[in-house]
């Protein structure tokens, strides 16, 4: 999961996910690596060269941290992120993908404390550069 993947979609209140053309299987090799979004790769994954569940949810929180205005690489989360928020990011997009808790779980978390954080979804437009 990179940031090319991520679709935002300002009506839904969401991101839809595309263009998994070297999408595999957990422990497939791994095909291609987008160079311009190295820094998202768990190293483990780069020097295995296999995919991973593990992985997915690691460059998953890269791209939440990045969406929020960080660099995504290594997992930094933005300073202006909410505490709470990065409290749950930091763990989970560090260089070693830190936790090991249940991508439905954290999903579940990350709903209720977006919530908790911001409210309900609502709409908020996004003035594109």
């Known amino acids: 999961v990179l940031p090319c993947h991520l679709l935002v979609q300002n009506g839904e209140h969401g991101v839809r996910m595309v263009g998994f ?3 595999e299987t957990e422990g497939s090799p791994l095909r291609a690596v987008v160079t311009k979004f190295e820094g998202f790769y768990p190293p483990s994954m780069l020097a295995r060269e296999r995919v991973s ?4 949810v690691v ?3 890269r791209c939440i ?3 929020l205005g960080g660099s995504g690489r290594g997992g930094e989360v933005p300073s202006t992120v909410p505490a709470p928020l990065a409290e749950l990011l930091d763990p989970t997009a560090s260089e070693d993908g830190a936790t090991r808790e249940d991508p439905w779980s954290l999903r579940k978390r990350l709903g209720e404390l ?3 954080l911001f409210g309900p979804p609502a ?3 996004i003035a594109m550069n």
């Open 21 to 23: 053309g070297c999408a």
């Open 53 to 56: 569940g593990e992985a997915d």
């Open 59 to 61: 460059m998953s929180a």
């Open 65 to 67: 941290a990045y969406l």
């Open 114 to 116: 977006a919530k908790e």
């Open 123 to 125: 709409f908020h437009p």
